[in-house]
């Protein structure tokens, strides 16, 4: 049953009694006005009965052989399969207390005898109505659950909500059982409605990228102003026909779905309009905190680039260096299939792996040529340096680990713990990787950078005992793809550039 369902054709009645002659009276007149009707004379068999038929509505006689009326009944409702069902109790008890006690057990209408046929089934058509509203309204509250639910799964990446803003159309063609429809967007700046998503059309709808004035979809709107008080409204385009419905969150207009009516097997029903209300309603504010979070952590990446960028102007040699390395280590991170959730963690492990060195001297920075044992130790000191550094931060707890662990070798070699294999943490390995790769295909100040081609025969030479294998083998495979070419270190790429690897 749909939420816009009905009473059934032809509904079914269990009639629970133990007199023949009450049930066959019942059964007559039940069936010459169209229901269903199912007989059993014990209490028992009306319980069984009940379960296995799940009948759309119940009459039970309070005085049974082998079980009392209103003990069943509370039977009937404690139990999932037949809770919902109404039921109708019949008795010739005709006293307050005992309705009360048969209401107590749970029974929705109680009837006294001698009764009008006429008035039971009114009453009977009565709780089918009420069931029937009563269902209707859990499976509509199910059905905006769903569709909250898969909007919120949906925008996951603040840095991905508009390219995936289909999924909310999608919701919404679903759930008012619609083919084709199209989602906008408004430019803030251009002031303008943008059409971000479209389905079920094949080439005759409205094209990606079109736009439209606000009062070409609001036409109802008085003013231009995307800042203006909107109350959310279906509009209503009869001669396409068509509805639209304004995305709009803190009385500020987000966007708007537009539903293409055609092909429908119903009419677009209040129950509909109310789905799309709750959908465009939540839809804005899902995407209007996206917004706002990704403005939040764009200012806080834009930190994080900041710090870095102080860590690489403490030399000259390796200004960009922090940026090259995450741009090397997303690219391996990408070819792996590395899922989203941790990208964003390995962008600024990969920014910050050297954040460390704002604890070591300049004058082991900044020496003119190769270090010497002991300045070697120092300077192996910044990892730690770098994780302590960034502990008291609870948003970069899952960053710490590849700054930490960014010099580990694959033969437990490395420092500062010594891990081997697969013991290092996956971000480590991908920034030692990029680390040894920018290092290598930079200048420095004691040597020229040497080619792409002999820094990737190095990787090769040290695979296994330094380096990860197979991402060594990844970066190859980028090689031969061309992302990682010949010219990639001669160029620094923007924070923007690298967050479209995590989107």
């Known amino acids: 049953m749909s939420a816009t369902s009905s009473i059934p054709e032809r509904p079914s009645v269990l009639v629970v009694d133990d007199s023949n002659l009450l049930r066959g009276i019942l059964r007559e007149e039940l069936e010459a006005e169209g229901f269903e009707v199912h007989l059993a004379e014990t209490g028992e068999r009306g319980l069984e009965m009940a379960r296995d038929l799940r009948p759309d509505v119940i009459v039970l006689d309070v005085v049974l052989p082998d079980l009392d009326g209103c003990d069943l ?14 039921v109708l109790m019949l008795s010739s008890r005709n006293e307050l207390k005992d309705k009360m006690a048969g209401f107590d057990a749970g029974a929705d209408d109680y009837l006294t005898k001698p009764f009008f046929t006429k008035e039971l089934l009114a009453r009977l058509r009565t709780n089918l109505k009420t069931r029937d509203a009563l269902v209707s309204s859990r499976r509509l509250g199910q059905l905006y659950l769903e569709m909250l639910f898969g909007i919120g799964s949906a925008i996951t990446s603040p840095f991905k909500v508009e390219d995936e803003v289909e999924i909310i159309l999608r919701q919404a063609l679903v759930a008012v059982k619609a083919l084709r429809g199209s989602i906008l967007l408004l430019d803030q700046e251009g002031g303008h409605l943008e059409v971000r998503g479209v389905h079920g ?12 004035r606000i009062s070409d979809k609001l036409p109802m709107l008085a003013s231009g102003d ?16 068509s509805v639209f419905v304004p995305m709009v969150a803190k009385e500020r207009l987000i966007g708007g779905i537009e539903i293409d009516l055609l092909g429908r097997d119903r009419r677009f029903s209040a129950n509909d309009q109310k789905i799309l ?34 860590v690489d ?19 391996v991170a990408q070819h792996l299939g590395l899922a989203r959730e941790r990208m964003e963690p390995l962008l600024l492990a990969a920014i910050l792996h050297d954040v460390g060195k704002i604890a070591i001297p300049d004058d082991i920075l900044k020496t003119p040529h190769r270090l010497d044992a002991g300045q070697i130790e120092v300077m192996k000191s910044h990892p730690l340096a770098g994780a302590r550094l960034l502990a008291h931060i609870p948003a970069l707890a899952d960053v710490i680990p590849g700054i930490r662990h960014h010099h580990e070798h694959w033969d437990g070699t490395g420092y500062p713990d ?11 390995r991908l920034i030692l990787i990029g680390d040894a790769f920018d290092a290598m295909t930079t200048d420095r100040v004691y040597r020229k950078a040497m080619s792409v081609t002999a820094a990737l025969a190095e990787l090769h030479a040290h695979a296994g005992i330094q380096f990860d294998p197979a ?27 690298l967050i479209e690897h995590i989107r």
């Open 226 to 241: 995307p800042d203006a008080p909107l109350a959310i409204r279906v509009y209503e385009d009869t001669e396409r026909p």
């Open 471 to 497: 991402l060594v083998e990844c970066v190859a495979e980028e090689h031969a793809q061309g992302r990682i070419h010949e010219e990639i270190s001669m160029s620094t790429p923007s924070l923007d550039e």
């Open 418 to 428: 010594g891990l081997k294999g697969e013991e290092i943490p996956l971000a480590g």
């Open 313 to 331: 102007a403490k030399d000259a040699y390796t200004h960009g260096h922090s940026l090259r390395v995450a741009r090397v280590g997303l690219l």
């Open 73 to 86: 009944c509370r039977r009937l409702k404690r139990e999932e399969a037949t809770g919902d069902i109404p």
């Open 201 to 212: 059309y094949d080439g005759s709808g409205p094209a990606l990228g079109a736009r439209f």
């Open 277 to 310: 209300y709750a959908l465009a309603s939540q839809a804005a504010i899902f995407i209007e905190n996206a917004r706002l979070e990704r403005d939040v952590r764009s200012m806080f990446l834009s930190i994080i680039v900041s710090m870095a960028g102080a």
